[in-house]
């Protein structure tokens, strides 16, 4: 992705890259406040069981210390039952809370996807985003669920521990805190290595998912070149690779653990050990010993899961760094701070002038060279020329996917930088070369734009796109489910749903790029007459090669290496002589031996 940081910026970020999550989490104080008192309940009634056992140690072992004895184990019983249920409850909010927050990251992360301009997606593959949306998300799930629960949990208990081992024995606590440093700097420090190595893996992991969503794409294309076994062995190669890295983490994660409980009990025992000596010098009771091993045993215990939970954070902050990038990531189209109003009605105008451009992944390229072109309302406008020559740019540029390095584009008099894109866009229907049908009903993609449409202007549409018989034709109509990108209708059907699309939407600027390619020439000649009758009244741009469409234009631009080198209407462009007779010639001459050889 072009938005990520380098190594060194990477290594030097800490869980702090959790901080940017923070407030989706937050805005569930209540379920946050409900976790915490369920937690600081159960960390209590953990923290009480050793002042009894020291009670029982001390007092329940002589003479008359039954009914002592039974009293404590009653109120351990009860003890214990608070401990389930808050324990319980504890489960259930965090939880809970955990998918909540990892819901609305995933909406919010889509939901920024969709306002990103056609730059990023350049630049990005759709696998890569397809695993942040999913495998990465799921990792922050685990962080702001049961990772951040068990953290708290061992950290108030850690601490409430530390206390009460002080309140025992200061002595012995002195020497506790003392090896305390000792084994935190270790952890710290393998930490940092860990979110290292799990960025790597969730890296490797998304490089994986990007070739499995292309391949799968792909599958036809795939199997009629033979490459199935080519393909798996590739995929398997960046599975590998995933596997590889995550092992690494792991490796780092294990170690991470190992070497805290081995630090943590190392020093318990030795604690204990000193203890021993008080006890058997009589300055310590044997209860005291045993409530404070109780409390250094809590406290270790707590410090080594903390080690071991602090290994999952570090995993999750190397996910939520890979979200935090997409969600910080800034449009290069966005609507101006005080965006000025197109007129009403539309008037149907459109501008070029003196328009460069080049696009961001070939800056060093341009593809229009000072672009200069007017359009009147209600005016048919055929751009021509060779394949490169800048036509489907034009389309880029006036739906503003794309602003220009230099020149000013305008529709109604307006420059488009100057109005909100999306007011700018429902200005016009677009029918591209390459349609996109989604997997959904036929009425859901014909009315794709203007979801409000009634199923009798659905219907209407169709018909006037040459599509109703064919869509009839369907196991079950209009409420037939289409799959996915369309692949079971032919390229001719999925460009007549387009043209439906478009005609739905009745926008005053029509821009159809090559509308009736993948069309037989009587369905052409169907669609080409509901063209003309939705053209007329509406200022339209057509790029197109065949010239039964080019021949109804008002005027034909006719571009050359992103420039206009001609412009005429067919007539004088034929008597010219120049590149479009050109053009026309070869086309003539081709349909004329394609005609003879069906002959």
């Not at 324990?87 to 920024?112: K, Q």
Request: glycine content about 8%; aromatic content about 6%.
């Amino acid at each position: 992705m072009a938005s990520h940081p380098d190594g060194s910026q990477r290594s030097n970020a800490a869980l702090s890259s959790l901080r940017p999550l923070l407030p989706y989490a937050l805005a569930y104080k209540g379920r946050i406040l409900a976790a915490l008192a369920a937690l600081v309940l159960a960390s209590a009634m953990t923290l009480v069981m050793p002042v009894a056992v020291r009670r029982v140690i001390d007092l329940g072992f002589t003479d008359g210390g039954r009914g002592l004895i039974n009293a404590y184990f009653g109120v351990l019983i009860l003890v214990v039952g608070l401990l389930a249920l808050a324990s319980a409850s504890r489960y259930y909010f965090v939880i809970t809370l955990g998918e909540r927050v990892v819901a609305d990251l995933r909406s919010a992360v889509f939901r920024h996807l969709t306002s990103l301009d056609p730059a990023f997606f350049d630049q990005t593959k759709s696998g890569e985003i397809v695993s942040r949306l999913t495998a990465d998300t799921t990792q922050v799930k685990a962080a702001f669920g049961a990772s951040i629960s068990i953290a708290l949990r061992n950290l108030f208990l850690f601490l409430g521990a530390v206390a009460l081992m002080i309140v025992t024995s200061p002595k012995l606590s002195a020497l506790v805190l003392i090896a305390i440093p000792v084994i935190v700097l270790p952890l710290v420090v393998s930490g940092r290595a860990v979110r290292r190595r799990s960025r790597a893996a969730q890296d490797r992991l998304a490089d994986a998912s990007a070739y499995a969503a292309e391949a799968i794409g792909a599958v036809r294309t795939m199997q009629a070149f033979g490459m199935e076994r080519q393909t798996a062995l590739h995929f398997a190669s960046a599975a590998e690779e995933a596997f590889d890295a995550a092992r690494l983490s792991t490796t780092m994660r294990a170690f991470l653990t190992g070497i805290g409980l081995f630090l943590v009990s190392a020093s318990v025992v030795g604690v204990l050990w000193y203890g021993a000596q008080d006890v058997m010098a009589g300055t310590m009771t044997a209860g005291q010993l045993s409530q404070f091993v109780l409390y250094a045993v809590f406290a270790a215990s707590s410090l080594g899961q903390l080690s071991e939970v602090y290994g999952e954070l570090a995993q999750a902050a190397g996910a939520a760094e890979r979200l935090g990038e997409i969600l910080a990531a800034k449009p290069a189209i966005e609507a101006p701070p005080a965006p000025k109003a197109l007129p009403q009605p539309s008037l149907g105008t459109v501008a070029f002038e003196n328009v460069h451009f080049a696009y961001p992944t070939r800056s060093e390229q341009q593809a229009l060279h000072g672009l200069t072109f007017r359009m009147a309302p209600g005016e048919r406008v055929a751009l021509v020329g060779p394949s490169g020559a800048g036509k489907s740019t034009v389309l880029q540029l006036l739906l503003r996917f794309y602003d220009p390095q230099q020149g000013t584009i305008l529709v109604d008099g307006i420059p488009i930088k100057d109005t909100d894109p999306l007011a700018l866009r429902r200005r016009m229907a677009l029918v591209p070369q390459e349609p996109t049908v989604f997997a959904a009903s036929v009425f859901d993609n014909i009315r794709y734009g203007r979801p409000e449409a009634s199923e009798e202007e659905v219907r209407h549409a169709a018909e006037l796109a040459s599509a109703d018989g064919f869509i009839r034709a369907l196991p079950q109509g209009y409420a037939t489910q289409i799959g996915e990108r369309g692949v079971t209708l032919s390229g001719g059907q999925r460009q007549r749903l387009a043209i439906a699309r478009a005609i739905l939407k009745d926008a005053p600027i029509l821009l159809l790029d090559e509308a009736t390619s993948a069309l037989d020439a009587e369905s052409e000649k169907k669609v080409q007459v509901a063209l003309d009758r939705l053209m007329q009244g509406r200022t339209t741009l057509v790029i197109a090669h065949r010239l039964a469409t080019v021949r109804s234009a008002d005027r034909i631009l006719v571009m050359e290496g992103g420039c206009i080198v001609e412009e005429g209407t067919h007539d004088t462009l034929l008597a010219a002589s120049g590149l479009y007779a050109r053009l026309a010639h070869l086309q003539f001459t081709d349909e004329h031996g394609r005609a003879q050889a069906a002959e």
